[in-house]
């Protein structure tokens, strides 16, 4: 399996970004696809899940400025960020997961990408 996540970077507080993530080597709409973040020293901790039915899970404080997507066809999954914060710093990472999942259901992610980072300046 290989997850590969893009759309990272530096942006003003206020700002957007749009994350990307391509996958292979998987049946893609048998899993469960998730954001996750993670800070230096920190756990990971999940930020968007859309499981295998496309029911979606945020983090709340991902409610209401960050949209997670996927699109079967293209084996790809998104991550809208709206009104970004200082305190959204962070690297993010493209996980793969069991069919029904949530964000809080870190442990059922097995396969994970590299991350990209997005920096949100004051």
């Known amino acids: 399996v290989h997850l590969a996540e893009s759309g990272g970077g530096l942006v003003q507080s206020g700002g957007s970004l749009r994350l990307s993530c391509t996958a292979s080597?998987?049946?893609?709409?048998?899993?469960?696809m998730g954001w996750f973040r993670q800070a230096p020293g920190k756990e990971r901790e999940g930020v968007a899940v859309?499981?295998?039915?496309?029911?979606?899970s945020y983090e709340d404080s991902a409610k209401g400025r960050f949209t997670i997507s996927r699109d079967n066809a293209k084996n790809a999954l998104f991550l809208q960020m709206n009104s970004l914060k200082p305190e959204d710093t962070d690297m993010y990472y493209c996980?793969?997961?069991?069919?029904?999942?949530?964000?809080?259901?870190?442990?059922?992610?097995?396969?994970w990408g590299q991350g990209t980072q997005v920096t949100v300046s004051s």
């Open positions: 996980a793969a997961g069991h069919f029904y999942s949530t964000y809080e259901d870190v442990n059922n992610f097995d396969d």
């Open positions: 080597g998987l049946r893609f709409d048998d899993y469960s």
């Open positions: 859309i499981d295998g039915d496309g029911h979606t």
